[in-house]
């Protein structure tokens, strides 16, 4: 090993992520192109997002495997906004995407291009496929060019213009970017051959007519080049030596090294497919979360429900949890479904080292300590956190009624039902052991209001005093001292593991219509009140929350839930 691998390999917090990007298929093909030194031995990627959406946890993939990639290799990761598409992008995506990159801990220093840089240099490379006689302008619409395109077990069929001569197709080329035809009326298509196999080979379409408003070059161009065409040469400019790509591109390699050799690029780089991440529970096409926010199904594209980076981050997701996945599911050449059970399993071990401690009651049933005196507060001291030995601890205060989960008591309790019940003890966390003596109903519609208890005086720090059992622990606030809080539970945003797999089936109507519960007049410990946005905590045998960075106010805390404390991964992990 180089002493510069060496270096980032220690840096590296887990042996299982040195492995990982050892074992990889990408870094086999790096090494490989050291060892002929196709590349100078220089390693140099770029992420390519298209600015027409925020960025989702499948983007996060791609952008770890290519900032991963050059920093373990030495080499550099450019951050290419891919804005070929004026009629979909848009400069909020643009800020967006940026942001979500940096969060995410990848920094592309001053390497930020966009491919709408290159719009003069496209064209010019256009020309020349031109004068080679390897492009030339079609008349065909769009449907004729598919019918002409043939199958996968037919040739296609030659358009007739496509003999047109050099002259004519600048002639007309040049007319084009003048703007003298109607969107869709022409298109330039490269000379390759109609029978080829590859499909993508049957002289594509590598520039087309749209006379729309650019982002960044405004009304210049009504001619923009095709993402095909576009991106080998994008790629070949910023001397990109590995372009990776997810797996749909494999058919397209050859026409992009078509591209490369045909200009006869400086920089020939090779491109790389690796397997697009999916999530079950949820979807990851653009287009469908674009349609989730617009309709209104989603509150936008940070709602904490969502894929996206956005979303995550509201939602508690912290950049080392998203990468630590990133590096756990790996990168391989077929595609699959990954459990987001994972994703979730990766955010719940970081907070369970991290997070602080807090009690929590959010669905509040009122419990009265019949024999603890009136106006007496004790303060308890808990620890922050048990898995961090240097959070120190905090007082909690406690007094005669007191908070406690509606579902921690049941009057007719089914049998090894621990928690509270009629003539039932149990522990209040940290503090003392209380029988339930009595309850309290609502006149009208019978539903409990009050639970009576008495408390062992001789339990303090919930130990009986003669070593007898006391099976369930409960969490409590006090009454006096609670705070309130709106507090929003989240489930899986569809209810179908394969949002959208059955082209029968809209996808809209497989959204879980439970996915968001929100919660009022929680009741969380006094400690809380100073909580800031994105603070994140664990309410005990709750789950783990943060404060919304949105919606929460010094006066009105909203928490969400990050996630639950149960963890189905490992559970799965085990049986595997
Ligand atoms: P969509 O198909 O939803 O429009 P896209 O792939 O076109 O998404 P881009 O903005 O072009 O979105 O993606 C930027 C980069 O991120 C590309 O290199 C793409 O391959 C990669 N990428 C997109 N989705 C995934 C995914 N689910 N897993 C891994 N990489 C992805
Ligand atoms: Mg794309």
Partial sequence: MDAQVEGKVNELNSTEEVEKIYSNFIQDIINEDNETNRFGRKVHTRFPPEPNGYLHIGHAKSI?????????????????????????EDTEYVESIQADVKW???????????????????YDYAIRLIEMGKAYVCDLSAEEIRKYRGTLTEPGKESPYRNRSVEENLD????????????????????????????????????????????????????????????????????????????????????YNWFIDTLDMECKTRQIEFARLNLNYTVMSKRKLLKLVQE????????????????????GYTPSSI???????????SNSTVDISLLEHC??????????????????????????????????????????????????PFSRVLYIEKDDFCENPPKKYFRLAPGQEVRLKGAYIVKCVDVVKDDKTGEIIEVHCTYDTESRGGNAPDGRKVKGTIHWVSEAHA?????????????VPNPGADENIDFIDQLNPNSLEILHSCKLEPGLANAKPGDMFQFLRLGYFCVDSEDSKADSLVFNRTVSLKDTWAKIADKG
């Fill in 347 to 396: 955010i719940r071990e970081e907070l369970n080292q991290k997070a602080t401690r807090a009690m929590a009651v959010l669905r509040p049933l009122k419990l009265v300590i019949d024999n603890y005196p009136e106006g007496v507060v004790e303060e308890f001291e808990v620890q922050n956190n048990p898995e961090d030995p240097d959070s120190g601890t905090r007082k909690v």
């Fill in 104 to 122: 995410l801990g990848f920094d592309w220093d001053d390497r930020l291009f966009y491919a709408s840089d290159y719009f003069d240099k496209l």
């Fill in 64 to 88: 770890c495997l290519n900032f991963g990639i050059a920093d373990q290799n030495g080499g550099l990761c450019n951050l290419r906004f891919d804005d070929t598409n004026p009629s979909k």
């Fill in 172 to 255: 007309l080329f040049l007319r084009m970017k003048n703007g003298e035809f109607e969107d869709g009326s022409r298109v330039l298509r490269a000379k390759i051959d109609m029978a080829s196999p590859n499909l993508n080979m049957r002289d594509p379409v590598i520039y087309r007519i749209m006379k729309a408003n650019h982002h960044r070059s405004g009304d210049k161009w009504c001619i923009y080049p095709m993402y095909d065409f576009a991106h080998p040469i994008s790629d070949s400019l910023e001397g990109i030596t590995h372009s990776i790509c997810t797996l749909e591109f494999e058919d397209h390699r050859p026409l």
């Fill in 483 to 495: 705070i309130d809080a709106e507090v929003r539970l989240y489930d899986h945003l569809f209810n």
């Fill in 323 to 333: 990468r630590d996945f990133c590096s756990r599911i790996g990168v391989a050449k």
């Fill in 296 to 315: 209104g199904y989603v509150r936008g594209w940070d709602d904490p429900r969502m894929p996206t980076i956005s979303g995550l981050r509201r939602r």
